[in-house]
DNA sequence: TATGCCATCTGTAGCGGCTACAGACTCAAG
DNA sequence: CTTGAGTCTGTAGCCGCTACAGATGGCATA
């Protein structure tokens, strides 16, 4: 198969992912510097698999430095896989956290517009709630 | 009732919230600037009551914006109170997109390590779907 | 009075993950 | 030869804190 160098505009067109972050990635080393053609940067197909796999990555929520994790672990066999999953699964922890707190959020907001909505109280019901003071921590 | 003076030390017991978040909220004009004893911030219940607003408003997730623009509201009658829910059904929309993508991530998430488990798959399941392109945007 | 010791002070820099410039250059087409 | 699009480097900004360093303040104890 021919691998045709592309430069770093059809990388962001092929990816989805902003130039400048292309950029940044490879500041941070999470993208390998690529050879250059004259003063531009030339970029193959791997590059194009490695950037969608970080973009797809990021995607899911993970951080860069788990994102460099799996990029190190990735094509390792059976081992990293387990160490992959395990990854995953804590990751996944961390979601599911921020959905609990999230819904917490909404139920509160939730209740809050239905107040107002239903209000005949004496002041917002919100502005209410917010003062309430439910003690430190 | 008396007003006793307390410290940013005091304050920060009281209210949960941390004293350099304190001194960033002054800063940027979140809180307003106490008059001292001596070098030392004094502040009185007014500021416990605001603090804790400022608090509770971002547990809800609303930027330190958004709180601004609650704390200009509040206690602004019946006018301020159709704005304080159009702030707050919009911060609603929010937090419930923000729920929506957590859950498409739980969702593959929770697939892959499933898949990992089961597996008898040449390679991770979780890179291979990673590595999986499904094209820019 | 000297000595700790904690609380507080100011100012600045860092985090993550980008994004947005400014100002220079390269390169192909008209 | 000029124009325009693409690319380059470098730096600074965004949010919402957090973490220092290094100088004071004020109180209790020896």
Do not use: W
């Amino acid at each position: 198969m021919a691998d045709p160098a592309i430069q770093i505009g059809e990388l962001s067109r092929r990816t989805g992912c902003n130039i400048e972050t292309i950029r940044y990635y490879e500041r941070i080393g999470l993208m390998p510097a690529p050879p250059r053609r004259g003063r531009y940067r030339s970029y193959g197909s791997q590059d194009v698999g490695r950037l969608g796999f970080v973009r797809r990555a990021r995607e899911l929520g993970f951080t860069l430095d788990e994102v460099r994790a799996l990029l190190g672990l990735a094509g390792g066999g059976p081992a990293s896989c387990a160490e992959v999953r395990t990854l995953a699964a804590s990751h996944l922890t961390d979601v599911r956290a921020r959905i609990a707190d999230l819904k917490r959020m909404e139920r509160v907001l939730a209740d809050s517009v239905q107040a107002c909505d239903a209000g005949e109280d004496p002041g917002c019901p919100l502005i209410q709630s917010l003062y309430a003071d439910r003690g430190p921590s």
